[in-house]
């Protein structure tokens, strides 16, 4: 036996506020940036900017803080395949840092994909 709930829409009892999911666990920021860590793509969560910080350094400031940076679960990667990688080098409740590397090693401006999971302040 199978059961299906077809709805256009979920709305909280007051019809305004989203509705409330218990037990749930989803991303609280997502992000994607360009070489040169110019700005917020399109299609951020969570994000209010983007700072350069250095060659390859970039700081993700979030809209919404995070409760405390043990519930902060940063992880990103860099947008092309040539070996390059990318690492968390801080986490604070308002920010994630990140830095991406060339294929040798060295700190490179390479485009990040990175999303950010935790609980919110």
């Known amino acids: ?56 350094d970039v700081d993700i400031l979030f809209i919404n ?9 940063p992880l990103g990667t860099v947008a092309s395949n040539a070996a390059r990688m990318c690492s968390v080098t801080g986490i604070t409740t308002g920010q994630a840092s990140f830095v991406s590397h060339n294929n040798n090693g060295a700190d490179a401006d390479n485009g990040i994909h990175g999303m950010v999971t935790g609980d919110l302040a």
């Open 65 to 73: 803080a995070f409760a405390t940076t043990n519930d902060v679960v």
């Open 1 to 56: 036996m199978t059961s299906v709930l077809n709805v256009d829409s979920i709305a909280a009892k007051d019809g305004t506020s989203p509705v409330g999911l218990t037990k749930q666990a989803a991303l609280k920021c997502f992000f994607k940036t360009a070489g040169e860590y110019t700005g917020v793509v399109a299609g951020a969560l969570n994000v209010s900017s983007i700072t350069d910080v250095g060659t390859g």
